[in-house]
């Protein structure tokens, strides 16, 4: 019923209403001998509670109000103040009629209980809800909830988000004091002094994979007790990066994303460390008996961070951001990595490849994807940056750094005046003779066509004069960005003839209508 430090009336209402209906008479006595602080708070944010005098007419109360003894009369209030809660889906299908109404029923059917179990502790239960400091009491009840749930394994949110803050290794030796694993029961008996035995979730050791280092590495260790202390370190493992990333679980399907998560970022960790993509299984065995999973973790989680500091740093300073142009600019596919990147726990851009658009970095290929295409939009953009434009904002044109520079090219080839400001344009015709260019020497007839290598050529002097860098510059740093924007030319392009050309279907140069 929490959400992060504060209690969400919503879904206070819903389970209630669940124990209410599975077992009333036992919710009835555990509520008000248990947990009548909990109640009371309940209360007051739900409920307006109001007493008859003697001598007072019912009808001065006002309207609205219910009574079980013609002397203690409550309504309820129809929309409580509640804090900003992230609803669940299920949650958002329910219209707010149907909440308040659900909430009215399950209120008067539980003060009705209350009220035929015991008048007196009716009377005092309403009395004390008018009565209550909701913040000391929150409070109070926020504490004893941490208390519960590190009783379960689960640490309190400003301590788990910790398992997010880089670590250090040293060269000399990654492993510290403070870092030093339990090997077998004697050690685990002698630091802690107990003798009884350990609970052992097996659940999220049975979710890892078999495509993954670390579950290969589980399976060559024969010690019991070694393999026992590595599945309670990856339970507690799991348990924290829920806590730290607030979200609801609420199906084995979600808490098989958390395992995929840390087992990926494992896996960074551990071929981080070695040096090498595919260790060998021994060796992977021997890493997560000497280093506490925590800290594999961390070390691979950093190596993410390191690409969003690096986008960051980037897009401070970038040419794009000096123009005041978004991250559209990029294309959908580079815009998809530097959108990952700049959340706040950085994404893999995955675009539908498993499935799903975003999701966890899972091995050092996706660090090595990831800084790849990083280097080439910074590349691009220091590109564009030494060529000088200006860019003249235009919320009717779809800006890209393709139809951009092409754009630009083109009217350069054809003579045209420059621009005060970009983006400029070209008419049909204009873009028919340059199109006529682009294909020289290649008959009409020819499909699909390429683009003449006179033009390839062209096109690099041209980017060569504007951004007075040497051709061998421009193609070591952005030679196959290039490439395939003549490919997609190509591909586009190549079977087009001039006479069938189509300003409406033309999105790698502006053309006006």
């Not at 080839?413 to 020497?441: M, V």
């Not at 050309?501 to 790698?508: E, F, N, Q, V």
Request: charged content about 30%; proline content about 4%; aromatic content about 10%.
């Amino acid at each position: 019923v929490w959400e992060k430090d504060r209690i969400d009336n919503n879904s206070v209402t819903k389970w209630i209403d669940l124990l209410l209906r599975a077992d009333p008479q036992r919710l009835t006595k555990w509520l008000t001998c248990d947990k009548i602080e909990f109640l009371e708070h309940y209360l007051y944010k739900n409920i307006e509670v109001k007493l008859r005098e003697h001598d007072q007419p019912p009808s001065a109360l006002g309207e609205g109000l219910f009574t079980f003894d013609d002397v203690h009369y409550f309504r309820f209030i129809s929309d409580p103040i509640e804090p900003e809660t992230s609803e669940s889906s299920e949650s958002r299908d329910v219209s707010e009629e149907d909440k308040k109404r659900l909430r009215f029923e399950m209120l008067a059917n539980l003060l009705k209980r209350i009220s035929d179990i015991d008048p007196i502790l009716f009377q005092n239960v309403l009395l004390g809800s008018s009565a209550v400091l909701p913040a000391e009491l929150e409070e109070e009840m926020y504490r004893l909830r941490n208390v519960r749930l590190a009783e379960k394994g689960f640490l309190p949110f400003d301590e788990a988000i910790g398992i997010y803050q880089p670590e250090v290794f040293t060269k000399a030796s990654p492993v510290t004091s403070n870092g030093a694993k339990i090997h077998n029961k004697n050690d685990f008996y002698e630091k802690t002094g107990s003798h009884e035995t350990m609970s052992v979730p097996l659940y999220p050791a049975a979710m890892i994979k078999a495509d993954n280092l670390f579950s290969s590495a589980l399976k060559v260790i024969d010690d019991k007790d070694v393999l026992q202390h590595i599945q309670l370190e990856f339970a507690t493992l799991c348990n924290q990066i829920i806590t730290a990333d607030q979200k609801i679980r609420q199906g084995k399907e979600e808490l098989a994303d958390t395992v995929k998560k840390a087992c990926g970022y494992i896996n960074i960790g551990i071929q981080f460390l070695v040096k090498d993509d595919t260790p060998a299984t021994h060796q992977v065995a021997s890493i997560i008996q000497k280093i506490p999973l925590l800290r594999i973790f961390k070390l691979g989680f950093e190596q993410a961070l390191e690409q969003k500091w690096q986008a960051e740093r980037w897009h401070k300073a970038s040419w794009l951001a000096q123009n005041g142009l978004p991250l559209s600019f990029w294309g959908e596919e580079w815009m998809g990595v530097l959108g990952g990147l700049l959340l706040k726990k950085p994404l893999f851009f995955d675009n539908y490849k498993t499935g799903i658009i975003y999701r966890e970095f899972s091995s050092i290929t996706d660090i090595r994807e990831a800084m790849h295409t990083l280097d080439e939009i910074t590349a691009f953009d220091n590109l564009l940056g030494l060529m000088q434009l200006k860019i003249k904002k235009n919320k009717d044109i779809h800006l890209t750094y393709k139809n951009l520079i092409l754009t630009l090219w083109a009217r350069d080839h054809l003579g045209l005046p420059k621009e005060s400001k970009e983006p400029a344009s070209l008419t049909l015709d204009e873009f028919k003779i340059f199109f006529n260019d682009l294909f020289t020497g290649r008959k009409v007839e020819e499909k699909p066509r390429a683009i003449d290598s006179s033009m390839k050529t062209s096109f690099l002097n041209w980017l060569s004069s504007k951004t007075g860098l040497d051709d061998f510059e421009i193609t070591r740093k952005t030679g196959r960005i290039l490439d395939d924007l003549f490919s997609q030319i190509e591909n586009e392009y190549g079977e087009v003839s001039p006479k069938d050309l189509d300003p409406r279907y033309i999105s790698l140069f502006f053309i006006i209508f």
